[in-house]
């Protein structure tokens, strides 16, 4: 025989199983028996399918009753974070303009105030203002303190 006519032999094969049904797992369960858990129905019958060294053990924790797991105190207790720096005037300013003018605009027409052009101006350069005011503040450079050389500390 030929590779190839071995090869057409098992599509044949293949082909004439196709139809047919697959064999039924042990009770309808798509693992093996031997990993089935003990259940308070049935603790006998996995029992018996336990090698004998493995159920004495098995009967001893059946028996004992669970305890719940003591807190050992081996956790890590993070230190407690350092206060938040202390914000000048400006900055609060500018805070206040980039929420205050889009928050007052949104309490405006939810509740149909009227609306000057003046005050909605106002509204809109107040958050471009602070938006600006905030980014300026930022400060894109390394801080005054930090010494002559940018490099890592080992």
Do not use: C
Request: charged content about 20%; glycine content about 8%.
């Amino acid at each position: 025989m030929t590779p190839q006519s071995d090869e057409d032999e098992v599509w044949r094969q293949i082909v004439a199983s196709f139809n047919e049904t697959a064999e039924a797992p042990s009770a309808g369960q798509p693992w093996p028996d031997r990993e089935n858990v003990p259940t308070e129905d049935a603790p006998q019958a996995v029992k018996a399918e336990i090698p004998a060294e493995t159920a004495e053990e098995v009967a001893e924790e059946d028996v004992r009753p669970a305890a719940p797991q003591e807190d050992d105190g081996d956790h890590y207790v993070p230190p407690p974070p350092p206060p938040l720096p202390k914000m000048d005037s400006g900055t609060k300013v500018a805070w206040l303009a980039l929420f205050g003018g889009p928050a007052y605009l949104l309490l405006a027409a939810l509740l149909s105030w009227p609306m000057d052009g003046w005050i909605i101006f106002a509204a809109i350069a107040a958050f471009i203002g602070g938006f600006v005011a905030l980014i300026v503040r930022m400060g894109d450079g390394p801080p005054p303190d930090s010494g002559w050389d940018d490099g890592a500390i080992v």
